[in-house]
T-cell receptor, first 115, second 111 residues
Framework: ETGVTQTPRHLVMGMTNKKSLKCEQHLGHNAMYWYKQSAKKPLELMFVYNFKEQTENNSVPSRFSPECPNSSHLFLHLHTLQPEDSALYLC??????????????FGPGTRLLVL | KQEVTQIPAALSVPEGENLVLNCSFTDSAIYNLQWFRQDPGKGLTSLLLIQSSQREQTSGRLNASLDKSSGRSTLYIAASQPGDSATYLCAVRDTGNQFYFGTGTSLTVIP
C-alpha cells in the first residue's frame, strides 16, 4: 500500500467502550497529525507528532489519547466518549523538519459514531 | 486566534465555466496556505501549497494566489469539469505549528 491508510473506516461504539483508531503512512514522513471533522465545522487539529514527539495538543479532552510508537504509525485511543464526539477523524502526515514547505497528505478517515 | 473564512459556502456552475473560490484569514502572520479538495466521505487531497513569500502557484487548470497583507487567497479553476465537483478547503499554517481550516466551498459542476 502507498500513502496514508486508516483503520477502521467506520466505527460504532457505546459511551463505555474502549477502542483505538490506527493510522499508517508509507511516505517516509516524520510528522503525523490527528484532525476531527464535524458536520458544518472546520477541521480541528487535535494532535501533532514530529519525529515521534508530541508537539501540539490543542486542549483535547483526556478521553482521547494519542500514541506514536514510530514515525510510520499513529494511534488514537478512545475511552468513555460522548455522542458529540461522533465525527470523521482524519490522519495526515508531512515530511517534517523545515517549516513552511510541508504539504500534508491525508488518509481517508474513520467515520466514528458514538451511541 | 486565526480565523479562516471561505465564500461562497456552495457554488453551482455549468461545465466549461471558469470560477473563483475565495479564502480569507484574519492574521497575516502565516507560514503557508494550502488548498485541498475533499470528495464526499473521503480524506483531503492537496491541490496547491503557497509559501508565505510566494504570490501564486499553478497546477494544470488550477491557479492559487496569495495576498498575505490583505489576508486573502483565491483558487481559480479554468474550464471546469464535472469531475471537479467536490468541497474545496483552504488551510493556513501559522508561525507556530498550528493549522487552521475554513469550512469549505462545495462546488457542483453541471454537465
Amino acid at each position: 500500500e502507498t500513502g496514508v491508510t486508516q483503520t477502521p473506516r467506520h466505527l460504532v461504539m457505546g459511551m463505555t467502550n474502549k477502542k483505538s483508531l490506527k493510522c499508517e503512512q508509507h511516505l517516509g514522513h516524520n510528522a503525523m497529525y490527528w484532525y476531527k471533522q464535524s458536520a458544518k465545522k472546520p477541521l480541528e487539529l487535535m494532535f501533532v507528532y514530529n519525529f515521534k514527539e508530541q508537539t501540539e495538543n490543542n486542549s483535547v479532552p483526556s478521553r482521547f489519547s494519542p500514541e506514536c510508537p514510530n514515525s510510520s504509525h499513529l494511534f488514537l485511543h478512545l475511552h468513555t466518549l460522548q455522542p458529540e464526539d461522533s465525527a470523521l477523524y482524519l490522519c495526515a502526515s508531512s515530511p517534517g523538519g523545515l517549516a513552511g514547505r510541508e504539504t500534508q497528505y491525508f488518509g481517508p478517515g474513520t467515520r466514528l459514531l458514538v451511541l | 486566534k486565526q480565523e479562516v473564512t471561505q465564500i461562497p459556502a456552495a457554488l453551482s456552475v455549468p461545465e466549461g465555466e471558469n470560477l473563483v473560490l475565495n479564502c480569507s484569514f484574519t492574521d497575516s502572520a502565516i507560514y503557508n496556505l494550502q488548498w485541498f479538495r475533499q470528495d464526499p466521505g473521503k480524506g483531503l487531497t492537496s491541490l496547491l501549497l503557497i509559501q508565505s513569500s510566494q504570490r501564486e502557484q499553478t497546477s494544470g487548470r488550477l491557479n492559487a494566489s496569495l495576498d498575505k497583507s490583505s489576508g486573502r487567497s483565491t483558487l481559480y479553476i479554468a474550464a471546469s469539469q464535472p469531475g471537479d465537483s467536490a468541497t474545496y478547503l483552504c488551510a493556513v499554517r501559522d508561525t507556530g505549528n498550528q493549522f487552521y481550516f475554513g469550512t469549505g466551498t462545495s462546488l457542483t459542476v453541471i454537465p
